[in-house]
């Protein structure tokens, strides 16, 4: 009860917190801010989340404690038992006597049956352990392995067996193979036991031998050949196998082995698995390409266009970023895959491909669109001479500079979104860090 007062007054504060303030968690966090938290410069949108996390632990508390109280059967005066058979278990109470409380804890033992109960529930046991163990043949005539169960029922009762001539039928129930054809007469005692008390019955049956399958008959044909085979050579470190049975002759071989399939599954489903990662990381080597080359554009452009307005030709301009790039690499840089596009077009040049093959093929074996245009501004330069390749270029960086800036927020805004999942994660860990020492002392 005073768990729940406490909620309860919580409750109240928020409502008179939302009276005053104009009915709203914005308002309610904006006064508050201002006349208490003023000193902490706090924003106005992280007090209404403190108090957004607090009414929410307060109403999951209130709900946890009605869940607990609706559920005890204490408030109508009994403790419930475990079942028959079930183990003690102790409540913790507390005891109000005359103004003073005190915690007691209670031993609560399970239910146990009367003796008429468990009287009654023997009877009824011994009644019907005959038919079962019997599996529907008479007693007079038992030609299959019988039911010897261990225990009965839901109740717990357990059974033991004995056997007059365990030679004839085993304590498990089952026949031996060197029953008389004239029948075996053998007494089976069970001993019934429940909750202390134990009741006893003996049941008389005639075995005959045991009616066998055609299965049943050759696998006991093989193991009486087996036996004759090897009679006296138990030191032998050789089991022989017979070349005949019943007169027959036999083949022996080992059942088809599925182990050299399985390797052949896993091979081929490892084989598939292979390629597809080949092909998916294919795929992500691609973008990743495409990507590097967005970001490389503006800045191969600005390079090329200094160089230009230092009054070298294009074919030098390339050769000098070439140059500038392959020393980079021997001193630790990073490969670039947009410098990596001119120094190969430099590098046919060297090889004596015509300047105007060159810059055709950085637009044939690029698939960025912007490469493609810059290599349609170089042919087009190269066959009619423009004065405006420069000016052209440097229009062409600027605006590419602008598209890298928005491929930036972009993916700022997508690692915000993956964010946000293990954000939330944390705040489900705080809010049990919190809540549950603060429930435990209550307790």
Known sequence: MRMLMIHAAVCAGFVVLFVWSGGTFAAAASRINKMFLAPLDLPDRSVRTALLIVFAANALGACALWSEWSSSTVRDGYLVREEYGGTSYTENLEVKVEGK???????????????????????????????????????????????????????????????SSPSVIDWDGKISRDVSPAGSDVRLTAELSLDG?????????????????????????VERAVDSENTGTAGDERLLLPEEIDGRPVHWSLPDSSTGFMILIMGMLTSVLFLFSRVQNRGIELDRRKQQLMRDYPNVISYLVLLLNAGMSMRM???????????????????????????????????????????????????EIRYKTFSTL????????????????????????????????????????????????????????????????FQ
């Not at 009741?199 to 006991?220: C, F, G």
């Not at 300047?355 to 074996?365: F, R, S, T, V, W």
Request: charged residues 25%; aromatic residues 4%.
């Open 101 to 163: 409380k005190e915690s007691v804890e209670l031993q609560v033992p399970p239910r146990v049956r009367t003796e008429e109960e468990v009287s009654a529930l023997l009877a009824a046991a011994c009644a019907d352990l005959p038919d079962l163990v019997l599996g529907g043949m008479p007693a007079s005539h038992v030609d299959r392995d019988l039911l010897l169960v261990g225990s009965m029922g839901d109740e717990g009762i357990t059974v033991s067996w004995m056997t």
């Open 378 to 441: 170089l042919v087009q330069n190269m066959r009619k001479g423009s004065r405006e390749l420069t000016g052209i270029l440097e229009r062409e960086a600027a605006e590419a500079f602008e598209e890298r800036k928005k491929q930036a927020r972009i993916l700022g805004e997508q690692a915000g979104t993956k964010l946000m999942f293990p954000m939330l994660l944390m705040l489900g860990v705080v809010l049990v860090i919190l809540m549950v020492p603060a429930y435990m002392s």
């Open 197 to 221: 008390s134990m009741r006893e019955i003996t049941m008389d049956v005639t075995v005959y031998p045991r009616k066998l399958t055609a299965a049943e008959k050759l696998r006991d044909s």
């Open 317 to 367: 301009a390339f050769a000098r970023l070439t140059i500038d790039y392959e020393k980079s690499l021997k001193g630790g840089g990073q490969v670039r895959e947009g410098y990596e596009v001119i120094a190969k077009a430099c590098h046919e040049m060297e090889k004596g491909v015509s300047e105007l093959d060159a810059y055709m093929h950085i637009g044939q074996n690029t698939p």
